[in-house]
């Protein structure tokens, strides 16, 4: 089984990378390869222009290990009351309609604010939705992610810890679930 992880921010320290290396580390201990890739590293300037349908060899190269993964686990902050602009711009330089078919997708959300980025996640599933991926139901979402998240240890609060251990080992098993021929 091969998982990707989606740091879903171009925002350099962010939270979203430093929880995104964690759970890979969880996936790890499950036994799982589970990779991270940042949209810190998305090749922003092949799509300067409004590129829409013209293929960039670093756009294809950067999207390949996405489109060929099992399973997808975004972490998601919250921006402006929703998801981060380069989000979006990711998806709409992914192959239509065929990427994200069937696709099992988890999701993280993480902000500064009280509800841990539940419309920035809630709005992601929509356009998940859209692109017809397989959503799994249980979400984590990181409030006051600064005081609440420690990269080494993970969550502080020990309900939450629990719940983010459940969706990694939860996840896997609805990714080969899924992959079954
Ligand atoms: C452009 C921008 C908009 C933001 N809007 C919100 C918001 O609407 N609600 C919120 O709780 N935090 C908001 N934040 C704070 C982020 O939640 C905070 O940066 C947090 O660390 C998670 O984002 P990160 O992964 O970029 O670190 C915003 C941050 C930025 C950079």
Redesign the pocket.
Known sequence: MNLKII???D?P???????SKYVSKLYTNEGVNAGVVSLEDFPLMDAVGGKYGKESDRIKSFREPVLNADGLVF?I??????F?GILKLFIDYLPFPEAFQKMPMAFIG????????L??VEQFQMVANYRNALQFPERVFI?R??KEFDPDTGLKDDFKQNLLESQVSEFIKFVAANTES
């Open positions: 740091s879903a921010t925002r320290s962010s939270w979203a990378l430093r929880i972490v902050p919250e921006y402006n009351g929703s981060p993480e902000a500064s604010g009280a509800f841990g980025a419309r920035a409030p992610v600064s």
